[in-house]
């Protein structure tokens, strides 16, 4: 998801309020302190930004052409099945609770 977030987050078809939420999600990505944080928990930690990333990129598919989020996806299958995968799995994976902390930080 991360590829995709820089190339939407560049991309003159997203409307700049929705870059906004993109630049979030990246900085969100790449801070070493955030509510799961890798460095202690290893790859666990990925597990709040890759549900973040799937949820502002569920906001932008709404937004803005599917075909433009799909045309960055580098992995198999349909990238809004994947979203949708994930966020139907965000509150098992990371707890409500959390889950609704990470959401804010883009809301």
């Known amino acids: 998801f ?3 977030l820089i190339k ?3 991309d003159e078809a997203v409307p700049s309020h ?3 939420k993109l630049i979030l999600a990246i900085a969100y990505f790449i801070s070493p302190i ?3 944080p ?3 928990l290893g790859p666990i930690g990925y597990l709040d930004d890759l ?3 799937a949820y502002v990129l569920n906001g932008i598919i709404n937004k803005v052409s599917p ?3 799909q045309k960055y996806w580098v992995g198999d299958g349909e990238v809004l099945l994947v979203i949708k995968g994930v966020l139907a799995k965000a509150d098992e994976m ?3 609770g959390l889950w609704k902390k990470i959401k804010k930080t883009v809301n």
Request: glycine share 4%; aromatic share 12%.
């Open 67 to 69: 075909e433009i989020v």
């Open 18 to 20: 929705e870059k906004a």
């Open 51 to 53: 549900a973040l990333s």
């Open 94 to 96: 990371i707890g409500s």
């Open 38 to 40: 890798e460095a202690f």
């Open 34 to 36: 955030d509510l799961l």
């Open 2 to 4: 991360f590829y995709m």
């Open 8 to 10: 939407l987050a560049t």
